[in-house]
Structure formats: C-alpha cells, structure tokens
C-alpha cells in the first residue's frame, strides 16, 4: 500500500472535491466554429513541419501567450507565438526541447498547461517514457528553468494511471491548484483523473480517480479520453474532453460535475466534430477563455485518423456560447 510519502510508483491519495463553483442559471451552449485554422505548420524542415497541436493560451500583459506542441517527425517540442486577438499569431519559437540526459528522454516535452500565478508562469508539461508530468517556469515565457524530477508520476501497480501520465490541464480553485490529466492503465486505456496542490510542485491524487471513464460501445470516446480542459459557471464545473473511436477520428465532448469530482458526460453542447478539409479526421487539444457570455475555444485538427502524430496538425478556434435556460 502506498504511503504518505511520494515514492517511485507510489504516490499521496486523499479524498477532496473542489470549492463549490459560482453560482448562475441554468445554462447550454453552442459552438460558433471558424473555418479556417488560426496557426498552421511551420516550414518545410522546421521544428514544427510536420504537427502544430495542443494549444496552452494564457494572458500576458496586454496579449496572448500561446504554448503549443511542434513535432517535426522525430521530436515534440514546446514552442511560443504571441498574439493581440487570439487569431493572428507571430513570433514562433520553440522554448523547451526533451533534454535525453534526464527523464525526459529524447521524445517530446510538450502536451502541456500554462497558467499565470504567483507572479512568474507555470507550465506542466509531458515527457519521458513512460510519459509523466513535468514543470517549467518563466518570468517572460521565453526563457524557462524546469525542475530536475518529474511533480507527477505514475500509479502503483495495477492502477489506472500506471502505464503513463499526460495531457494535464491546471486550474486555481480557491487556495489551491487542481490538474486534470490523463492516465494509462496495463489495458491501454486512457481515462481522466484529477490531483490538487497547494505550491504546483507537490501533487496529491484523487483516491477514487478517474473522475471520467470510457464512453459507451459505438460512442464517440469509446476507446479513449485525453485533453481535458476544465472551468467553472453557473453552478457547475465543465470540461470539454477529446474523445477517440475505434476508427482514431477525434472529437471534443463535454462533461459536467457539481464538485469537480463526481463528472457525467452533458447534452448540453454538441460533440464537436471536424467540418472541414483540415479537421475531418481529428478535433483535439482544447484550451479555453472564459467570457461573460462564453468560452473562447483554441484546439488542436487533423485530416488523418492517427493516434497521436503526423496528422497534418494545425491549430482552430471557436466560442462556444452560454444560453440561459427558460
């Protein structure tokens, strides 16, 4: 049994929930999509040719800040873009690259989630194999310091997370951060789970994680969930979700939760799926903008039905627009 300390393979586990979400009317939502993606690949040769995914934006002074993934055929990297509307990006390049001497490996550090806080920005990102969560900071978001260990890692032997740890997504509820992330079992199954922190560094894991599982046979997420991304309104914490079929086309789905513990996947938005020649296989990667009458949306599409890479990446935006109910 695991033990109040964190050791290889083990970990700390605690019962919690999150602070109670702001209160609201009940709610929906639509997606307003734009056709056209709002960051392609890079060129021919370069650090993000081949993929350009997973989307990180946060605020920074007066623009955005976007942390994406770029593979090239070999690696994944963490690039930075900059932009004043969300919409037109420039300034592409990359920050973090798998350093082969540590954990990390030779493969990716990239998959991550940014967030301003305590004055400098966070960024926990995937790397290593198997995959677990790293950390990296910055006071300007071009130069970064990571730390030397993984802040979380995987399960004990037979748990759901065992396998590998990624796509994290962190937000700041109350006192306290909170990351959604990705876990692999023995079976191959990817599923969502939650762990809180109080300095970013030192996680402690949802003891009945995951929070979500797989979708039912012939569903959309049937054979996969990964990318979460998490808010909270009008009396609920909501997160938009990918989920994989047994064909590897990609949507995003959402999920609803009263705590963000105890989570059922919502009819309250519609799956959203590629309509487009650049986004007919896969949707991915969302992150997300809250609004007072929305959510703004960057994710991550695809036209080749692939597990992970060499998808043709480039990176969408929609709103996804909250109705009140009658």
């Not at 990006?89 to 954990?103: E, F, M, Q, V």
């Not at 997420?221 to 009008?234: F, M, Q, R, T």
Request: hydrophobic fraction near 35%.
């Amino acid at each position: 049994m695991c033990g109040l300390l964190a050791m290889p393979g083990c970990g700390r586990y605690a019962d919690f929930t999150l602070p109670p979400p702001p209160p609201g009317p009940e709610i929906r939502f639509e997606w307003e999509v734009r056709e056209a993606p709002v960051m392609a690949q890079g060129a021919a040769g370069s650090w993000d040719s081949s993929d350009v995914l997973n989307p990180s934006i946060i605020r920074q002074g007066g623009a955005y800040l976007n942390l994406y993934s770029g593979f090239d055929g070999r690696t994944w990297r963490t690039g930075a873009a900059f932009s004043n509307d969300g919409i037109a990006w420039s300034g592409r390049a990359p920050i973090l690259a798998p350093d082969p001497s540590t954990w990390e490996g030779s493969y990716i550090a990239a998959n991550g989630s940014a967030l301003v806080w305590r004055g400098a920005i966070w960024y926990w990102y995937q790397a290593g194999s198997p995959p677990r969560i790293g950390l990296a900071r910055s006071m300007d978001g071009r130069r970064w310091t990571k730390r030397t260990a993984p802040v979380l890692d995987l399960g004990p032997r037979g748990s759901w997370d065992e396998r590998g740890l990624g796509d994290p997504y962190v937000i700041e509820a109350g006192d306290r951060l909170y990351m959604f992330y990705l876990g692999v079992d023995r079976a191959r199954r990817q599923r969502l789970g939650v762990a809180r922190s109080d300095d970013g560094v030192a996680w402690t894991k949802l003891r009945s994680n995951p929070v979500l599982g797989l979708g039912d046979p012939g569903a959309f997420d049937e054979v996969g969930l990964g990318e979460p991304a998490v808010w909270s309104s009008n009396g609920h914490y909501w997160m938009l979700y990918t989920g994989r079929d047994r064909n590897e086309v990609r949507r995003i789905g959402l999920a609803e939760s009263r705590d963000g513990v105890r989570w059922t996947r919502s009819d309250r938005a519609a799956v959203l799926a590629g309509r487009q020649p650049w986004n007919r296989k896969v949707v991915c990667d969302p992150t997300l903008e809250t609004s007072r009458d929305g959510v703004r949306v960057w994710f991550g599409g695809g036209n080749a039905a692939r597990p992970d890479e060499r998808i043709d990446g480039q990176i969408g935006y929609a709103f996804l627009r909250a109705i009140a109910l009658p």
